[in-house]
């Protein structure tokens, strides 16, 4: 049975990788054919592989996707910069805290995450309306902190519980602010937690089509997702160029996660050795 086991193993191991990388067999292959060989081949290699396709893109004259790419770009970094600092800091006070009020508060925030972002979208344009964000980047932005703080919150702080509390009582008794105390003692200790907060935070932001499309609006630009679907003609499409603009819309985030994968796995493994 054992033996069995062994050789089914790598055969699953195989498939599944397979049905993962299909998609992104598709999206590479079909950037690289002309539009009429996608619909008469879709499964077939680029023989020859051909750049039009990026260059149709990064040409328009519209310049669609490189004002979409600087929208995306300043609502994820400002999202994801915001979300870190306070998540990290609310867990923080939350955790420490020895009030009786933090616990049903934590409870309160954790419920945040079961509510789908299209159920309070309504209320939500309500509030940035009457704050005059509307139609901006600003108010993208903080929708996306008011959605997401529940998660960064619930990942530092269970991040936080494993910091030893000596350490902090004995930076306050030589003379440590608060302030000081947390940014030089707790935060530098963080490190992994943060990696997965950017990483999940910085995905989830960058691939959000609903917010942007809802609170951007076509009058303050729009974002690499809503892109691909305002690239998407009314009555034909030109497949290559789709293909196109996913895969650059997909590229930033790629090279993202590459550059954070080593923090990112030690978060995800913390705490499984003692």
Not at 8 to 35: D, E, N, Q, S, W
């Given at each position: 049975?054992?033996?069995?086991?062994?050789?089914?193993?790598?055969?699953?191991?195989?498939?599944?990788?397979?049905?993962?990388?299909?998609?992104?067999?598709?999206?590479?292959?079909?950037?690289?054919?002309?539009?009429?060989?996608?619909?008469?081949?879709p499964l077939g290699l680029p023989l020859p592989p051909t750049g039009a396709n990026?260059?149709?893109?990064?040409?328009?004259?519209?310049?669609?996707?490189?004002?979409?790419?600087?929208?995306?770009?300043?609502?994820?970094?400002?999202?994801?910069?915001?979300?870190?600092?306070?998540?990290?800091?609310?867990?923080?006070?939350?955790?420490?805290?020895?009030?009786?009020?933090?616990?049903?508060?934590?409870?309160?925030?954790?419920?945040?995450?079961?509510?789908?972002?299209?159920?309070?979208?309504?209320?939500?344009?309500?509030?940035?309306?009457?704050?005059?964000?509307?139609?901006?980047?600003?108010?993208?932005?903080?929708?996306?902190?008011?959605?997401?703080?529940?998660?960064?919150?619930?990942?530092?702080?269970?991040?936080?519980?494993?910091?030893?509390?000596?350490?902090?009582?004995?930076?306050?008794?030589?003379?440590?602010?608060?302030?000081?105390?947390?940014?030089?003692?707790?935060?530098?200790?963080?490190?992994?937690?943060?990696?997965?907060?950017?990483?999940?935070?910085?995905?989830?932001?960058?691939?959000?089509?609903?917010?942007?499309?809802?609170?951007?609006?076509?009058?303050?630009?729009?974002?690499?997702?809503?892109?691909?679907?305002?690239?998407?003609?009314?009555?034909?499409?030109?497949?290559?160029?789709?293909?196109?603009?996913?895969?650059?819309?997909?590229?930033?985030?790629?090279?993202?996660?590459?550059?954070?994968?080593?923090?990112?796995?030690?978060?995800?493994?913390?705490?499984?050795?003692?």
């Open positions: 049975m054992r033996d069995r086991l062994e050789v089914l193993r790598p055969v699953g191991a195989i498939v599944l990788a397979a049905v993962f990388f299909f998609p992104v067999y598709r999206l590479i292959t079909g950037m690289l054919k002309p539009a009429g060989e996608i619909q008469s081949s990026l260059g149709a893109v990064l040409g328009r004259e519209d310049g669609l996707y490189w004002s979409a790419l600087l929208n995306s770009i300043q609502i994820t970094v400002f999202s994801v910069l915001l979300l870190t600092l306070l998540s990290a800091m609310l867990a923080h006070y939350l955790v420490r805290s020895k009030a009786r009020w933090t616990k049903p508060a934590m409870l309160m925030l954790l419920s945040g995450l079961m509510i789908p972002p299209a159920v309070i979208l309504q209320p939500i344009t309500q509030v940035l309306g009457f704050a005059g964000l509307m139609n901006s980047v600003a108010g993208v932005v903080c929708s996306n902190v008011g959605y997401y703080l529940p998660f960064g919150v619930f990942v530092f702080a269970g991040f936080i519980r494993t910091v030893p509390v000596e350490m902090e009582e004995a930076a306050s008794i030589d003379g440590a602010s608060r302030f000081r105390l947390f940014w030089q003692v707790v935060f530098p200790t963080l490190r992994p937690a943060a990696a997965s907060v950017l990483i999940f935070l910085g995905v989830w932001v960058w691939n959000d089509f609903l917010s942007p499309l809802i609170i951007l609006g076509p009058e303050a630009g729009t974002t690499v997702t809503v892109g691909v679907y305002r690239s998407v003609g009314e009555y034909s499409t030109n497949f290559g160029t789709l293909y196109a603009f996913s895969f650059l819309a997909s590229l930033p985030v790629l090279l993202f996660f590459v550059a954070l994968q080593k923090q990112f796995v030690a978060g995800l493994t913390a705490g499984a050795v003692k």
